[in-house]
C-alpha cells in the first residue's frame, strides 16, 4: 500500500505558487526553486502577425547547478501550460530556449518528451534555425489560426533553404 502510494505521488505535479508580480513558483523535493512566467507579447510570432493574443513563457531555476533528472518537473510545467491554455482557448503560448550556454537544443528535446508525456489536447510546433534559435509554439489542436501557422513555417523554410543554400529552418509538429 505504501508503494502505491509514494508511486503515484512521485508522478504528481508540484504544488504552484502564484506570485504576486504576476509570476509562478514551485519547488522540486531537491528543494530547487524554479520560476515560471508568462507575458502578454505583441500578438506576432517571429514576423507573423498574429489575431489571437500571444502569450510568452519562460521558466527557469532561480539557483543555478545541476540538478539529477525529476520527472515532476516537466509534469508541473505541462499542468501550468495546460491551465492557461484551457482558461483561453484561443491564446497562443510562444517560448524561445536559452541558449546563452549553448544548450537550447537540449532543452527543446526535453520540452519536447514532456510535451509527449504529459499533453492535454494541445499541439506544439517546435523551430530550429541553424542550430542558433531554437523555439515554440503551444496552442489548441483546434485554434483557428493553427493552419495559417503552419503555412507561415512552411513559407520560412523555403525562404531560409533558398537564401542560406540549405535546409537550416526546421520545424516540427508534436501532438
Known amino acids: 500500500m505504501s508503494q502505491k ?48 493574443q500571444s502569450i510568452d513563457f519562460s521558466f527557469y531555476p532561480l539557483k543555478k547547478g545541476r540538478s539529477r533528472e525529476d ?39 526535453l520540452f519536447k518528451r514532456w510535451f509527449k508525456a504529459h499533453n492535454e489536447d494541445k499541439i506544439a510546433l517546435l523551430i530550429e534555425f541553424d542550430d542558433l534559435f531554437y523555439a515554440g509554439v503551444i496552442l489548441c489542436k483546434n485554434h483557428p489560426e493553427l493552419d495559417d501557422i503552419k503555412t507561415y513555417l512552411k513559407e520560412e523554410r523555403i525562404h531560409f533553404k533558398k537564401e542560406k543554400g540549405k535546409d537550416v529552418f526546421k520545424w516540427d509538429k508534436i501532438e
Open 71 to 109: 520527472k515532476r518537473i516537466g509534469l508541473t510545467v505541462a499542468k501550468l501550460l495546460n491551465d492557461v491554455l484551457q482558461s483561453d482557448p484561443k491564446s497562443i503560448v510562444t517560448f524561445i530556449c536559452d541558449n546563452t550556454d549553448k544548450k537550447a537544443k537540449k532543452r527543446l528535446k
Open 5 to 52: 502510494k509514494k508511486t503515484s505521488e512521485s508522478f504528481s505535479p508540484y504544488n504552484i505558487h502564484s506570485l504576486p508580480d504576476g509570476s509562478y513558483q514551485f519547488f522540486t523535493s531537491s528543494n530547487l526553486e524554479y520560476k515560471c512566467l508568462f507575458s502578454i507579447s505583441d500578438s506576432s510570432f517571429m514576423d507573423f502577425q498574429l489575431e489571437s
